[in-house]
């Protein structure tokens, strides 16, 4: 039976980004694969960039994954959903595995050199942040890895980390594969300056959980085809980031016809955003009100996460304990 694990940083209120490139393959997973389909908000990892953490309001983002994750449509009842820093054995093995990873590897990490160029003192946490992240992976002996785009050479490190234990203590971990949501690779920020990024700040995203009104006022102003100079200019929808969003959110007939539309000049680009919002709206309203519901309800939120990591500790405890006694630790 194949075993799912990802996670999704707490750093700011998920995009869509995160939604199409990952947050609903977990759901789609975890309906294959039920509690094998492990999930977590990781903490841990979102105080290692000091230019996102604020420890004020660290819990409350916190609390808001999982609101989002659970409005998504992930079902706690089904899948194993938890907070990392609830189960301290991920900090355990990232440890065991600090000692076999190479720092020029960790320095060649690309994430690692965009953060850390921003910032004048880079703490050492931000260098082992892949570190960490293997540790997730392995401890649930996971084979699968929902996620975008941006995170194949943290996979490959993984992999990479696992065949080294495996050759240094004896076989114990898989090598884990990235699964990539076919669309939404990486989804474009709609300041059309590359990735939609939470790292990038607002101006960058579009919110699952924003209001529509202040979706659409950065969608009413976000760069088109630069062909279009006039409204009867034709332009090319596959180079236009709002041609990428309806592939996210129309239905068929509708992405023919603005396709066609912006080809022919047919549409115009405030008719387009239109469409595209209408789109937006029927996908994130009925996802907005159940997080109405579920922040409406906190104990219910909080039950299902200390539930979600009792399920993960009872999987992580005997794989820590393998890896102890393979690593050459006393044992009382
Ligand atoms: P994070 O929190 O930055 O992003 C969560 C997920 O969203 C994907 N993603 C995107 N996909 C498509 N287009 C985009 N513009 C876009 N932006 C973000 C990310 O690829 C990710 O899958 N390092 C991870 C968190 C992590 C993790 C793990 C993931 C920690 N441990 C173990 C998998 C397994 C991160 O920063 O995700």
Same mark, same amino acid.
């Given at each position: %039976?194949?075993?799912?694990?990802?996670?999704?940083?707490?750093?700011?209120?998920?995009?869509?980004?995160?939604?199409?490139?990952? %947050?609903?393959?977990?759901?789609?997973?975890?309906?294959?694969?039920?509690?094998?389909?492990?999930?977590?908000?990781?903490?841990?990892?979102?105080?290692?960039?000091?230019?996102? @953490?604020?420890? #004020?309001?660290?819990?409350?983002? =916190?609390?808001?994954?999982?609101?989002?994750?659970?409005?998504?449509?992930?079902?706690?009842?089904?899948?194993? !959903?938890?907070?990392?820093?609830?189960?301290?054995?991920?900090? /355990?093995?990232?440890?065991?595995?600090?000692?076999?990873?190479?720092?020029? /590897?960790?320095?060649?990490?690309?994430?690692?050199?965009?953060? &850390?160029?921003?910032?004048?003192?880079?703490?050492?946490?931000?260098? %082992?942040?892949?570190?960490?992240?293997?540790?997730?992976?392995?401890?649930? #002996?996971?084979?699968?890895?929902?996620?975008?785009?941006?995170?194949?050479?943290?996979?490959?490190? =993984?992999?990479?980390?696992?065949?080294?234990?495996?050759?240094?203590?004896?076989?114990?971990?898989?090598?884990? #594969?990235?699964? @990539?949501?076919?669309?939404?690779?990486?989804?474009?920020?709609?300041?059309?300056?590359?990735? %939609?990024?939470?790292?990038?700040?607002?101006?960058?995203?579009?919110?699952?959980?924003?209001?529509?009104?202040?979706?659409?006022?950065?969608? +009413?102003?976000?760069?088109?085809?630069?062909?279009?100079?006039? +409204?009867?200019?034709?332009?090319?929808?596959?180079?236009?980031?709002?041609?990428?969003?309806?592939?996210?959110?129309?239905?068929?007939?509708?992405?023919?016809?603005?396709?066609?539309?912006?080809?022919?000049?047919?549409?115009?680009?405030?008719?387009?955003?239109?469409?595209?919002?209408?789109?937006?709206?029927?996908?994130?309203?009925?996802?907005?009100?159940?997080? /109405?519901?579920?922040? &409406?309800?906190?104990?219910?939120?909080?039950?299902?996460?200390?539930?979600?990591?009792?399920?993960? +500790?009872?999987?992580?405890?005997?794989?820590?304990? /393998?890896? +102890?006694?393979?690593?050459? !630790?006393?044992?009382?």
């Amino acid at each position: %039976m194949p075993r799912v694990f990802s996670g999704i940083q707490p750093t700011g209120d998920p995009h869509i980004g995160n939604y199409f490139g990952a %947050m609903r393959n977990y759901v789609r997973l975890g309906e294959e694969y039920g509690k094998n389909s492990i999930y977590c908000v990781v903490d841990l990892h979102a105080i290692t960039n000091p230019a996102a @953490y604020d420890p #004020k309001t660290l819990a409350q983002r =916190t609390f808001e994954m999982a609101v989002a994750n659970f409005a998504a449509g992930l079902d706690p009842e089904k899948v194993v !959903f938890f907070v990392q820093s609830q189960v301290p054995e991920h900090q /355990e093995l990232s440890w065991v595995f600090t000692a076999l990873t190479p720092v020029g /590897e960790l320095e060649r990490m690309t994430q690692y050199k965009d953060k &850390a160029e921003q910032l004048e003192s880079i703490p050492a946490g931000l260098l %082992m942040y892949p570190v960490l992240m293997a540790a997730d992976i392995l401890l649930y #002996k996971a084979d699968t890895v929902p996620v975008g785009e941006d995170q194949t050479q943290h996979i490959e490190l =993984t992999r990479a980390l696992a065949r080294k234990f495996n050759h240094a203590y004896g076989e114990t971990f898989p090598e884990p #594969k990235a699964v @990539y949501a076919r669309d939404a690779l990486r989804i474009p920020g709609v300041d059309g300056q590359g990735k %939609m990024s939470k790292s990038k700040g607002e101006s960058s995203t579009i919110g699952i959980l924003e209001p529509l009104d202040s979706i659409w006022q950065k969608l +009413r102003v976000a760069p088109t085809d630069p062909a279009r100079v006039r +409204r009867s200019d034709p332009g090319d929808p596959d180079k236009c980031l709002i041609g990428d969003y309806h592939k996210l959110f129309s239905d068929l007939p509708t992405i023919e016809t603005v396709y066609e539309g912006c080809r022919t000049a047919g549409i115009g680009c405030v008719d387009c955003k239109k469409m595209l919002m209408q789109g937006i709206t029927r996908e994130l309203t009925p996802l907005q009100e159940r997080a /109405e519901g579920l922040r &409406a309800n906190p104990d219910w939120v909080r039950d299902a996460l200390a539930t979600g990591a009792r399920q993960a +500790r009872e999987i992580a405890r005997p794989v820590m304990e /393998e890896v +102890r006694e393979k690593a050459g !630790f006393l044992k009382l």
